[in-house]
């Protein structure tokens, strides 16, 4: 009966590790197709590809790292790891809108102009950003209860980044205070997509937590912890 419960709890965040896999292997896929050259890997973002040829992969690609994501992070509910309403949840649902708000409204074209679409899809990139690492670091312990090393490394893929928006931040500041655009004072397409890589694999980190087999928690102590 504990084997057959632990195998339907895994349910979910394998399919959700399967779909941030796929999702991942697609995004990939797009710097490598024939339309790849007409984006600079290193200056130009991923977002990039959503105004040429490669706009259905990138949606599709998108749009499987956002099942993924509220596949794993509904594990986390289902299993009891977190309440329905937590800062855990919270931040997750500002990931997941901000994913599928940017497939909604794709980003600026420059050569066109400025557009409402545009500056929507830039805000909802930075929400995604920011919440993500925030919805693992609120979910790190209660997945890894009895596992601080597994715990240490997921709150280090969150950390880190964070660490890769503050580097955007920091172009952001040196432009206000008189230096060069903020967006060409950095490699800004390599920075995204090493922040983007740093993301996936921090939930994906916490999908792989969930599929570990629980053991039980020392006698006197809480069995898990919610947050």
Do not use: Q
Request: glycine share 10%.
């Amino acid at each position: 009966m504990r084997d057959a419960a632990e195998s339907r709890n895994r349910t979910l965040p394998a399919a959700g590790l399967a779909a941030l896999v796929i999702g991942s292997l697609l995004m990939g896929l797009l710097h490598v197709l024939p339309f790849a050259t007409e984006v600079d890997p290193v200056r130009r973002t991923i977002s990039e590809y959503a105004l040429g040829t490669g706009k259905w992969l990138f949606d599709v690609a998108v749009l499987l790292i956002a099942a993924g994501s509220a596949l794993a992070f509904a594990a986390l509910v289902r299993n009891g790891r977190v309440r329905p309403l937590s800062a855990t949840t919270v931040f997750a649902a500002g990931w997941i809108l901000g994913l599928l708000t940017i497939v909604v409204f794709p980003k600026t074209d420059w050569s066109v102009g400025p557009s409402l679409g545009g500056t929507i899809h830039r805000y909802a990139s930075v929400l995604a950003f920011v919440c993500l690492p925030l919805a693992v670091l609120a979910a790190a312990r209660a997945t890894f209860p009895h596992s601080p090393a597994a715990r240490l490394l997921t709150r280090l893929l969150a950390i880190t980044s964070l660490g890769w928006f503050g580097v955007i931040l920091g172009a952001v500041g040196l432009m206000l205070a008189g230096g060069e655009p903020w967006w060409r004072a950095i490699p800004l397409g390599l920075v995204e997509r090493l922040l983007a890589l740093n993301e996936v694999l921090a939930v994906g980190a916490l999908a792989l937590g969930l599929l570990r087999r629980r053991t039980a928690a020392p006698t006197g102590t809480a069995p898990l912890v919610r947050c």
